[in-house]
Each structure stands twice: as C-alpha cells, then as structure tokens.
C-alpha cells in the first residue's frame, strides 16, 4: 500500500543522523589524500534574529554546490559563521534596555536553530561570531602587522558628523542631509581618524579583477569603475600678479580632459584646499562659506546634488596656453579634495557640474570639442555640457585634432613648458576605518602625551570590550567608562589612554574567509585558499569585495596568507533577491502576508475584516513586512520543499516571487517522488534489462545525469529541477510495465543521488526505501553512460526560403539525399514548394535544412 511522505518526521531524522556521524566536517589535507579541495562559502549573515527566505535562497545556493562537489569526490570545506558588530545591537541596547552581546548571542542561537532545520551540509565545528574575543583578537593582531608594515595609519580627514548622538555617520547613513536615527542636520567635522592604505594596491586591485573569469562580468565592472584609474595631466596654474604665501609656484590641478584647455574660463578650489583654509584666516565671508559647504554630506553623491557655491578670491592665473588670458580662481562646493589634488580648472562647455555653475555666476562657456556633423561657425552649448566624442576647434594648435591625439599634444605642450606631467590617478581613496561606538573592535593602540600612538603589546590582546557600559545618554560608551580607557603605557609606564573608537564592521568580514580556512595553521589556509565558490548579494559586489581583496593582499604582505595571487574568490555568484507582494491595512499599516487573506478579488485582514490594499512585489524586508519566515513553510511542507521552490522557479541570478501556489505546488512533487521510490521498495531488485522499454527509461536517466550535472556546474539550478521533473515523468510513466523494472531501480538510485544537492532529506528517505548504502548524502555522484546519452536520431528545422516551415526527425547520420526527400514530403512544407521550382536545397547536418525555391 503507498504511503505518504511525513516531511517532519523524515527530516528531523535525518538531521540528527548526519550530525551524530559528523558528515560535513571538512579533512585536513592530510586526511584528504589526493581528494581535490572544493571550499564554498556563502556570506555569513548578520545575527538579526531571524532567518527570510532570501538567507534560504543564499544558502540552499550554496548548499547545492557542497553537496554536489562533495558527491564528485573533492575535500569540501563548507562553514558557517556570523557578522556580529554593527549599530543594530546597539540600537537595540537603547531601545530595549539589553546588552548588545546578550542580544547578539540570542539572536546567533535562534537562527542557528532556524539554520539546523534547513539541512545544509555545513562545518559548524568552524563556527565563530566576529565578537568573540578569540576572533577580534586575531583581528587586533592583523592590524598591528599592517601598521607596522605601513598599511595602517591615522590622519585627519572630514567626516559626518552627527551632533545629537555625536558620533561619525557612514555617507548611508546621512539621509537628505540628516543622522538617520536622530533626525539632527549633519555636519563636517575633521577628525584625525585611522586608514587602511587601499590605494597601496589601487594598481593591482585593478588589473587582476579583469582576471577573474568566473565573476560575473557586472561585477568586475562595478569593482573597475569604483577604483576608477584615470590618464591625465597633473600642472600648474602660474599667478597672473603677487602669490600668497606658501604658494609661490601656481595652483596645481589635475584633469583628465587637457585637450579641452582652450575651452577654461576659471579654477575652482575645495572648501578643504590649503589655500582656501589660508584665505579663510582672514576672511570672515569665506570663513562662513566653508561653514556653509560643511553642511552638505561627505559622499560625491551629495555633493554632486547639492546646489552649486561659488566664492570668488579675487586671485587670477595665467592661462597657460593664450598670452594675456586670466582665470579667475574660485572655491566651489562641488571641487573634493579627497580627489587629485584639491583643484580643477573649469571648461563649461563640456562638464556638465562646469555650466551649471558658470551659468550661476556668469563665467565664460567657451565649445572645444564639435560634435561630428555640427557647423563651426553656428555651434553653441547652452546649459547642457556637450562629453561626446568629436574634433578639437577654437584651440590654436589642437585645432583638428581627434579628443585623444589632442589630450596627448596638450600634455607634451605642458611638459615641454615645464609646467607639469602625464600622469595617473585613481577615483579609488583609503579606507577610514574609525567608528565613534561601542559594538565593535577595539582598536589595539593607546595614547600617550610622551610617546605618542603606542601598539598594544600582542601578548596583552584581545583588548576586550567592557561589559560594564550604559546607553543612557548620546555618543561612544567608551567614551565615558570610568576605567576602560585608562590605562598604563606600554611603552613609558606612564599614564596613558586607550583608543575609544572602534574599527568598522566591514573590517570583521574582510577576512573571515581566511579564519575559517585555519585559525593559525597558514599551511591550511594555504590548502583552502582561494575559495572556490563564494555566493552572496549583488549589494556587496563593491565594498566588502573590495575590502576583502586588499585584505588577502595586506594578509599575503605581512605573512598571514600564501596567497600569490592575492584574490581571495576564484569564483563569485551573486543571486537575486526573494520578492513578495506588500500589503496595507486601511490604516494604512503594513502586514505580514501571514496577516492578509483573499476572498475572490479582494484582500481582507484577517484579524479585522478590513479591506487590505495590496502592493507593489518587492524585496523581502521587515520594514515592510512582506517577509515569509521559514519555520512556517517548515512546519507546514518541510524544508525541502523551501529548499526546492527557491532553487526551481527562475535562473538563479534573478529575482524569485514567493507565492504559496508556488510553494504548495513543490509540496505536491515532492509526495509524487516518493511516490515513485515508495513503489520500487516493495519490489525485488533487478539489473536493467535489454528491452525496448528499459533501453528507454536507462537513456532518459543517464541524459538526465549528465544534463543535472551541467546545469550544477554552470549555476542553472532551475534548469536542473526541470530535468528532474523530466526524469520523474519518463520513470512515473515506466511504472506501469513490468519489464523495465531494473533499469527503474537504476534510474531510482541515480535520482535519488541527483535530488540530493536540492531536497537532501527526501533524497536520504528515498535512498533508504530502496536499499541503498549508507547515506546517500555521503554517495559518490552517479556517471553518466555516453553510450546512453548519444541519440540514435536527430531533429532538424526544416525552411524555405530562409523560413521555418516545420522539423524532422531522421536516423543519424542519414544521407543528405535522404535527408532531403524526408523535408521535400513534409507535410507543413509541401504547401509552400507545391508548383514552384525548388533550385537547391541546402542540408547542415544534424541540424537544419533549407529549400530554395523560385
């Protein structure tokens, strides 16, 4: 009698059986023999509380990839982790009187809970939190190498800051030019503040991005542009009068538009330039201007919006290239002096932030570069600053000229002049790491007024964050806690202070990759690294990607990684999101999808029969309730089934629509493939036979092998679930014909190894129903017979004319001359052949045959 699948049951079962046989622990090289390594990873989650289907998405993604690799023979190193610092845990210490740890270790031990009921083939013997002490600790120890090898250092730099919980917001964190948590308008302060030196390894960051041909092409882009390598010309403006002092020489700039010197109508210094610091010394109107610039957020993005400033200094320079031309020098809000050097001359004509601020205050807007096909003698630009291609004109000896051969006889004009040089520079700038809070690393220096920064021993680390702090009032804790920060100088003996800010959280997640690879051992970490296959978030593709490669980099540099190359992924996926429709009350309140019900056409709320307005399908996000939390399918279905709708309904790098039709209609196929198993369990087992009708089932399994393993190779994993379903008809359908009972069984135990990367708990019950060894999660991937797999006959369009007319299916390697006569008889072509004169016809074997008629 059939039987139906208890997936509770069933999964719990199997769950505790893998644990008790330590299944997913990954073996030391030595244990691994000549196995091949295979280390996957997914980005590590953020302890919030609890899991979405996006994290199932991410790590069923991942779990895919272990499991297969791990049924191919390789030493799979799989392991699990969490992103623990951040500003949530202290928001939630303000908020609900708690302690960030005890928060934070809550929420780690809810969702691994959650995690366990996924069935993920993970190494937790690997598992750590980025706030243990044991983990920061190494982290302090990495910093103090790079700070002794120079890659760390402390300067001042401009910074938001928030004036009402006094601390330094990241550019996210400033919302139309307000702290996002205390609302108070955001200002620049210059704090001296510690740097990783990044741009060390701008160069090489860059050209080895291009390298990585298993990252998705969008990404290298994403990484290329931010680090932004830019060829131009670095030179001086000489004054056209007497210099102010310490600036004898002129004002240098830096463009990457020198072909469009003819066309400068003024030079524009930062708010922050030495120059326009020194002439704020003694004048209180462009004191109050560079007050009034400080108001605007730190972020290009910012700045770029903001309205155009202008303070004219009054000072001019010469142009280098007219005899009697000035420009006249002003400070401009847009002008960063983060980038080049602080000052740029303006051509309006072809910048765009240029024109709008020679409009604003009157400046000169002179075209250099004609569009193809435009008159010069009637060109003009208006408001809109012409950047495309074209000739250089009204430029004396550029005229003529392409943009790039002028851009490279403007530059040897200015070096023949002695006024400056072909140069290099990068968009890319060093990464300030201080944060002005409690939750994080502490910093492993402390100050002293005789000896200045002093490293903290290694031997007296981790420097541990007190337990002892209140969030009762604005700013650091650390800030105030009465004995933390006092401490002994290492150095003198004397009194001396701890650094009170901490390092920020994408620090902690730039190199957990290498922790889980071996805590000390560099030998293994040299075994694991690089990782193989990295999954995560296309919102990551920049920063923490970034991050991570200079971290490998400076780790390789101070000997912490043997890692030549100094990529840390070889290979990179990132997935699309998991959507779900939102939903509003008629008080216009936000519900859970498990909140609302539909009743014909309309949506009401369950708990007040309200009418619901339904939404726009968005990203899963809890501010918009439209989160699905897994436990519920879990209990209903089981995870399997979470775990194979995320992975079937459309291409992995897509966004996916949770549905429940969706999910209910996994729930069904999953009950209809143990259905299948459950009837071959209560049969004899018996080796494939050599009739007609196993020979049919044994060629759609080992198809459907290798089709399953392609598809897992190339990140198809819908296509892969189409296979099966496939798979399972042509076995369904074979069940009733007593003849092809052993090549069922074939196909069966193959199955059941294919469905294991997707739904490994019903893969384990399916296996066991049949007599297989062992677990199946532990089973070698099943080979694909090419003798199998090859068709006997192939199927060809058939056209006329260049049309598709219909298709044929012929033996293969049929003659051309039968070929032929099989298309000319079509049916759906002879209406179109029919009383004409067919002039050739065109056979490509085993692939398409096209008539020609006149």
């Excluded at 809550?106 to 995690?115: D, G, R, S, T, V």
């Excluded at 920063?543 to 912490?560: K, N, Q, T, V």
């Excluded at 089709?707 to 069940?735: C, G, M, P, T, Y």
Aim: glycine letters at 8%; hydrophobic letters at 40%.
């Amino acid at each position: 009698m059939a039987t139906r699948y208890d997936p509770q049951t069933a999964e719990e079962k199997w769950r505790e059986a893998w644990a008790k046989a330590d299944l997913f622990r990954a073996k030391s090289p030595k244990e691994a023999g000549d196995a091949p390594k295979a280390y996957v990873l997914e980005m590590f989650p953020y302890p919030s509380g609890r899991l979405h289907m996006g994290h199932v998405r991410n790590y069923a993604m991942g779990d895919v990839v272990a499991r297969h690799r791990r049924a191919k023979g390789y030493n799979v190193l799989h392991p699990m982790g969490w992103d623990a610092f951040g500003m949530p845990a202290e928001n939630a210490a303000m908020e609900k009187n708690v302690h960030p740890g005890k928060w934070t270790y809550q929420n780690i031990a809810a969702m691994k809970a959650q995690f366990a009921k996924l069935g993920l083939s993970l190494d937790w013997s690997r598992e750590f939190a980025t706030c243990d002490p044991e983990y920061y600790g190494a982290q302090q120890a990495l910093f103090l190498k790079m700070l002794d090898k120079g890659l760390v250092y402390r300067k001042a730099s401009k910074v938001n800051w928030d004036p009402v919980d006094n601390t330094v917001l990241a550019n996210e964190q400033v919302i139309d030019g307000r702290g996002w948590r205390s609302g108070a308008l955001v200002e620049q302060r210059e704090l001296t503040q510690w740097f990783f030196n990044i741009t060390h390894y701008a160069e090489d960051l860059l050209e080895e991005v291009q390298k990585l041909e298993r990252w998705p092409e969008k990404v290298r882009t994403m990484q290329a542009n931010w680090i932004g390598r830019s060829e131009g010309l670095q030179m001086q403006f000489e004054w056209d009068g007497d210099a102010p002092a310490n600036f004898d020489t002129g004002i240098e700039i830096f463009t990457t538009r020198p072909d469009t010197l003819f066309g400068a109508s003024f030079i524009a210094l930062s708010p922050d330039h030495p120059l326009t610091i020194q002439l704020a010394e003694t004048s209180e109107e462009l004191k109050a201007f560079r007050g009034k610039c400080a108001q605007v957020g730190t972020s290009e993005e910012a700045i770029e919006k903001a309205e155009k400033l202008g303070f004219d200094t009054g000072l001019t320079v010469k142009h280098p290239f007219v005899d009697g031309k000035t420009l006249p020098v002003w400070v401009a809000n847009f002008v960063l002096m983060g980038y080049g050097t602080g000052a740029i001359f303006g051509c309006p004509a072809h910048d765009q932030r240029d024109i709008e601020f020679a409009r604003k205050f009157g400046l000169d807007v002179t075209p250099v570069v004609l569009p193809p096909g435009a008159e010069r003698a009637s060109y003009t630009v208006e408001d809109e600053a012409y950047t495309g291609p074209g000739s250089i004109f009204n430029s004396e000896f550029l005229d003529g000229l392409g943009i790039e051969d002028a851009k490279r006889t403007a530059i040897e004009r200015i070096e023949s002049m002695g006024l400056g040089a072909g140069t290099v520079n990068y968009r890319l700038r060093d990464w300030g790491v201080s944060r002005q809070r409690y939750w994080g690393c502490p910093i492993p220096v402390v100050h002293c007024e005789n000896c200045g920064v002093v490293p903290v021993p290694e031997s007296d680390l981790p420097v541990r964050l007190p337990d002892d702090v209140t969030f009762d009032q604005p700013g650091n804790p650390l800030d105030r806690h009465a004995t933390w920060k006092h401490v002994d100088c290492p150095k003198c003996g004397k009194p001396a202070r701890r650094e009170t800010d901490t390092l920020d959280t994408f620090v902690d997640s730039s190199w957990y990759y290498a922790r889980f690879a071996s805590a000390d051992d560099l030998e293994e970490r040299a075994y694991w690294l690089p990782v193989d296959q990295y999954v995560g978030g296309i919102e990551h593709a920049v920063l923490h990607l970034l991050y991570s490669r200079f971290f490998s980099r400076a780790m390789r540099d101070i000997g912490e990684l043997d890692l030549p190359s100094g990529e840390p992924f070889a290979g990179l996926f990132t997935q699309g999101m998991v959507t779900h429709e939102t939903y509003k009350s008629a008080a216009g309140q936000w519900l859970q999808p498990s909140e609302v019900e539909q009743e014909g056409d309309t949506w009401i709320e369950k708990a007040t029969g309200g009418i619901v307005t339904p939404g726009p399908i968005e990203k899963m996000s809890k501010s918009k309730k439209n989160t699905v939390d897994p436990d519920a399918i879990i209990a209903e279905f089981g995870a399997d089934v979470a775990r194979w709708f995320v992975l079937s309904d459309s291409p992995p790098e897509r966004d996916v629509e949770w549905t429940q039709a969706g999910v209910e209609g996994a729930g069904r196929f999953g009950q209809r493939l143990w259905s299948l198993f459950d009837a071959l369990g209560d049969l004899e087992k018996a080796s494939p036979a050599e009739d007609a009708a196993s020979i049919t089932v044994r060629k759609a399994s080992h198809k459907a092998v290798a089709a399953i393993d392609k598809a897992i190779e190339e990140f198809r994993f819908n296509s892969a679930v189409a296979s099966i379903h496939e798979w399972v008809s042509v076995l369904k359908k074979a069940e009733s014909s007593d003849e092809a009972v052993g090549a069922r069984f074939e196909g069966a135990s193959m199955l059941a190894r294919c469905l294991t990367p997707f739904m490994p708990h019903l893969a384990e019950s399916c296996w066991e129903r049949i007599g297989g060894e062992g677990f199946v999660s532990a089973a070698p991937w099943p080979v694909a017979d090419k003798t199998l797999t090859e068709d006997d006959a192939v199927t060809m369009a058939v056209q006329v004319n260049g049309k598709r007319r219909g298709e044929i299916t012929v033996p293969k390697g049929e003659s051309n001359e039968a070929v032929e006569a099989v298309a000319h008889a079509l049916p759906e072509v002879v209406s179109f052949i029919e009383g004409k004169t067919v002039k050739k016809t065109i056979v490509v074997p085993g692939r398409i045959v096209n008539i020609v008629v006149a």
